[in-house]
């Protein structure tokens, strides 16, 4: 129980949304940098480390955690000319590390080490592309969790930086031009001193950056002022003829597409998909022919190819046909393509000629995820990742000329796999439909309905939720506890169907889906609602918020992550404004009522008794801003405060952190520490 909450401040703020007032007492702790909301936070901060401080499980938890985070892990492998790059950890790093070798069992070294940019491990390679010649690497920078990216190039010979510095980037990584001394790059309008964590990123435009030359001489290429959502991701073909420009609206389902012919003088930029109805991703191209993954006509996937010579839609040509499991993703290579393809929330890899023909299908290890990393299309193989729930990342080369698989990197672990199993269920959701959910444990459990649960989930923008391996879900199963992962609607997991059944209008059903997977653990015994927690982050910290409004009864605890919590403004920060193609906007009176309905800020009532809260977020937060989840708080508190509810309503509030990418190891360790803590406790797993 926590004694006393700090004091927040209710305001007189009253909004009017088509004709329906809705109050906003708290709207000051938006303005994360106010004196006001610092002395919150730091008083809400005590008030979380007073509580977990009397865990004493905590150091345990802490120690454990540490020892199953030190082990050696991969995140990418890929070729750069005749060299292969690739990010590891060696175990408790703050930070991959960069390393180039000269063959796939060559001699490697270090060609960028963000640990020893600050002594915190605060600085973090978001991104990296290496020229297609091998000789230059684009890398981007951020600080302290921020999306903003500065851009650097180095030579990957020698280690050397170059003196050019590319500010104000964000999302979408840069794409070297033919001559492999200029690259391409979205930026955004310089925010205005002191806000560049929280005003909205809109008028993107896109840049053609020359080595050797600053910032501020930069060419134009792109822009469409009209539009100030729409963001462009550039890419050129590797025959070096073409720049194509991925049009991002907002609608995670569907693009646009443009391109340039950079033989022509000057080039002009062609609208080669210019209605919004699919999404269109480009593989590559033979001459004007180019292949595209795309939801046209196949919500499941199918890849196509058209002529830009002879665009028009009666010139398409099919060349894999949309089947039964949807398309993840896919790579043109050497005259192959290889599929990776969506089976009940796992993946597998198909390979095929240009022709359609099938050639086979690519043997995994077992079921888990599957990434494909960068290649050319010259390039006679393609590098992937495999993830399982209690596997972590092996590295694998494909062989497209044989189609076989060969690991060229794997981790040496601290635990033993096989004392864990994984197994997958299909529940009825409220309307019927069949959504599968992931159960993983300890071997030999007994279903008496007393197992320590965790059940997470997503729902949403397209983002299909895959077995991954995370050391915390590890100590939490050998604590005893079930980890159940469910794949809701909003998700990609059976295609672009399953996305619309989720987004817009239909929010509700990603909702009622995760409701039915509480209440299917509940009654199949694997736990019962004292020892049911729920977890998510970003969008999936609002599910979380949105179902312990309507449920509250169902559940043991609750762990929101970095939400958007406010479904009113959440368009009015940073990249919000890009999110209203998935959930609509409260500017817009057909999509406001649905938006009021679920918001997790305006649907906690006062009088209701909610279980145990530990809510999450980050002071440099600048993609979900941290104010979503201070107002969620300081509504929450007041709510259980009023009713004198023992359960406490809890918010942990880390500095020098963002939403989650480029966190330091040292940060995870401490959060989940917390998070273990926080279960242990109000679950009752001592008892």
Known sequence: MVAKYPVARKAGQVDDYHGTKVADPYRWLEDTDSAETAVWVAAENKVTQDYLS????????????????????????????????????????????????????????????????????????????????????????????????????????????????????????????????????????????????????????????????????????????????????????????????????????????????????????????????????????????????????????????????????ENWREVVPEQKDAIASAQLVNDRIVVSYMKDAANRLAVYALDGGRAQDVPLPGVGAVELFPAHQNDKEVFFAFTGFTSPRMMYRLDTGTSKAAAVRQSKLSFDPAQFETKQVFYPSKDGTKIPMSLVYRKGIKLDGRNPTVLYGYGGFNVSVVPQFDPWTIAWMEMGGVYASANLRGGAEYGEDWHEAGKGDKKQ???????????????????????????????????????????????????????????????????GAAWTGEYGSSGNAKDFPVLYRYSPLHNIRPGTHYPPVLITTSDHDDRVVPGHSFKYAATLQAAQAAQGSPAPILIRIETRAGHGAGKPTTKIIDEYADRLAFLTRELKMDQ
């Open 54 to 313: 009397k865990t004493p499980q905590r150091s345990r938890f802490k120690d454990r955690l540490t020892t199953l985070y030190n082990y050696e892990r991969y995140r990418r492998f890929e070729k750069a000319g005749q060299r292969y790059l690739f990010l590891r950890n060696d175990g408790l790093q703050n930070q991959n590390v960069l390393y180039v070798a000269d063959g796939l069992t060559g001699k490697e070294r270090v060609l960028l080490d963000p640990n020893t940019l600050r002594a915190d491990g605060t600085a973090a390679l978001s991104e990296h592309v290496p020229s297609m010649d091998g000789r230059l690497l684009a890398y981007g920078l951020a600080d302290a969790g921020s999306d903003w990216c500065e851009w650097h190039v180095r030579n990957i010979e020698t280690g050397q930086d170059l003196p050019d510095v590319i500010r104000w980037n964000k999302f979408i990584p840069a794409a070297w031009a033919a001559d492999q001394r200029s690259f391409y790059y979205l930026k955004f309008p310089e925010p205005k001193p002191g806000q560049a964590l929280r005003d909205a990123n809109r008028f993107s435009e896109l840049y053609l950056h020359k080595l050797g030359e600053p910032q501020s001489s930069d060419a134009l290429i792109y822009e469409r002022p009209d539009q100030p959502e729409w963001m462009f991701a550039p890419g050129v073909t590797d025959d070096g003829r073409y720049l194509l420009i991925f049009i991002q609206t907002g609608d995670f389902g569907k693009n646009l597409l443009a391109y340039q012919d950079l033989h022509a003088k000057p080039p002009k930029t062609v609208d080669l998909i210019h209605d919004l109805t699919a999404a269109y991703a480009p593989l590559g191209n033979h001459g004007t022919v180019f292949y595209f993954q795309t939801t046209d006509h196949a919500a499941n996937g199918r890849i196509i190819a058209i002529d830009v010579g002879k665009p028009a839609r």
């Open 509 to 575: 059903n990603v909702f009622d889906d995760f409701i039915a997977a509480g209440e299917w653990l509940i009654a199949n015994h694997y736990t019962s609602t004292p020892r049911l927690a729920i977890y998510g982050g970003s969008n999936g910290g609002l599910l979380v918020g949105a179902v312990l409004n309507q449920r509250p009864d169902l559940f043991g605890a609750a762990m929101p992550a970095v939400g958007v919590m406010d479904m009113l403004r959440f368009q009015k920060f940073t990249i």
